[in-house]
């Protein structure tokens, strides 16, 4: 049993009001579809104005207002949930700075940033969320 599993047990309304206020699927979908836009802003193919204060912020996307409001009122003590929200604060900080380096012309830098630390704290977020929402729907 994993943690998130071993904190829900069998409080099925817990469950049911965590999914009411999170799309944990939709979330974990938004967290994957990131990789593809950026992707596509630094191979110059996006028409799309990134803002890299917009996208630095963990609390602007609809997973970081959960996780800073209600996520945080069930699981303000919980140490997993401790790590999703400093993994997620750091998905979005890396997210900020792959653009950052694409406005300052440095392709190569986005380009790693982008298959290093983004893809690794991408995944890893990605993990948490899938790991919380099979807990939740168990």
Request: aromatic letters at 8%; proline letters at 1%.
């Amino acid at each position: 049993m994993g943690l998130w599993s071993a904190l829900f047990g069998s409080d099925a309304a817990k469950r049911a009001a965590i999914l009411q206020e999170i799309d944990l699927t939709k979330a974990v979908e938004a967290h994957i579809h990131w990789k593809l836009r950026l992707q596509s802003y630094v191979d110059g193919k996006s028409s799309e104005q990134f803002d890299p204060k917009v996208i630095g912020r963990d609390d602007q996307c609809d997973l970081g207002k959960w996780i800073n409001g209600a996520g945080d009122n069930h699981f303000h003590d919980v140490p997993a949930f401790s790590e999703l929200r400093a993994d997620h604060a750091h998905f979005h900080a890396v997210a900020g700075n792959v653009v950052k380096e694409m406005q300052a012309k440095n392709k190569a830098g986005a380009d790693a940033l982008l298959k290093g630390e983004y893809a690794r704290i991408s995944h890893k977020v990605v993990a948490e969320l899938t790991d919380l929402n099979k807990a939740a729907t168990e």
